[in-house]
């Protein structure tokens, strides 16, 4: 298994202003995936980090708007640029860890994100 | 296309009353089956991942089954700590890493 930290773990934002979200993992890994968490809504992954290569983008998301960096096998950052309100979510970092005889999906605690 | 539907959407169950919660996916190649718990204001927990159909995994009071088209999340005498939602996720053939998630069952259980 993996543990996962996050920080902020949540802010109020302004509209047009960005956020920085830090995911901190105890062991090194090489995929990490952000995820967003809309109310009612099920998880949708934003983008695969992988250390040492650009992040790769779903569909529906730019690195323009959420651009990624992944210095090293155990950290990586999001960041929510130029906010609206409708960014207002929660956003999960995950790992892909060795769990059992598999590798499974961990997820942090999560960051809250309100935009006014 | 890749789907996942969870049912029911809410469940309130009084403590020690048994229930199951259903996860239904259509996919055209499976790798795996997951289900995690989600406590209000935290990230998803891991429980368990399916393999194959017929395979169960139990923790606890929870068991789950897979079949060929669903999956269920058995709950045995629960208590009111078992509060949560609890969400599915497959994994398909299709791709290399994407997991698709359902939108979870918001389980109560009263004392």
């Known amino acids: 298994s993996a543990v996962i930290s996050q920080k902020p773990s949540r802010d109020i934002c302004q509209r047009g202003t960005s956020l920085t979200i830090q995911c901190q993992v105890d062991s090194q890994v090489t995929m990490m995936f952000w995820y967003r968490q809309q109310p009612g809504q099920s998880l949708t992954l934003i983008a695969t980090a992988n250390q040492g290569s650009e992040a790769t983008y779903e569909s529906g998301f730019v690195i323009d708007k959420f651009p990624i960096s992944r210095p090293n096998l155990t950290f990586s950052t999001l960041t929510v640029s130029n906010m609206s309100p409708e960014d207002s979510s929660i956003y999960l970092c995950?790992?892909?860890?060795?769990?059992?005889?598999?590798?499974?999906?961990?997820f942090g605690p999560g960051t809250r994100l309100l935009v006014l | 296309e890749d789907q996942v539907t969870q049912s029911p959407e809410a469940l309130r169950l009084q403590e020690g009353e048994s229930s199951s919660l259903n996860c239904s996916y259509t996919?055209?190649?499976?790798?795996?089956l997951f289900w995690y718990r989600q406590d209000p204001g935290k990230g998803p927990e891991f429980l368990f991942t399916l393999y194959s159909a017929g395979e169960e995994k139990e923790k606890e009071r929870l068991k789950a089954t897979l079949t060929k088209k669903e999956s269920f999340l058995h709950i045995t005498a629960p208590k009111p700590e078992d509060s949560a939602t609890y969400l599915c996720?497959?994994?398909?053939?299709?791709?290399?890493?994407?997991?698709?998630f359902g939108t979870g069952t918001r389980l109560k259980v009263l004392a």
């Open positions: 996720a497959v994994h398909p053939t299709s791709g290399t890493y994407k997991y698709i």
């Open positions: 996919v055209s190649g499976l790798r795996g």
């Open positions: 995950s790992v892909w860890a060795q769990g059992g005889t598999s590798a499974t999906q961990y």
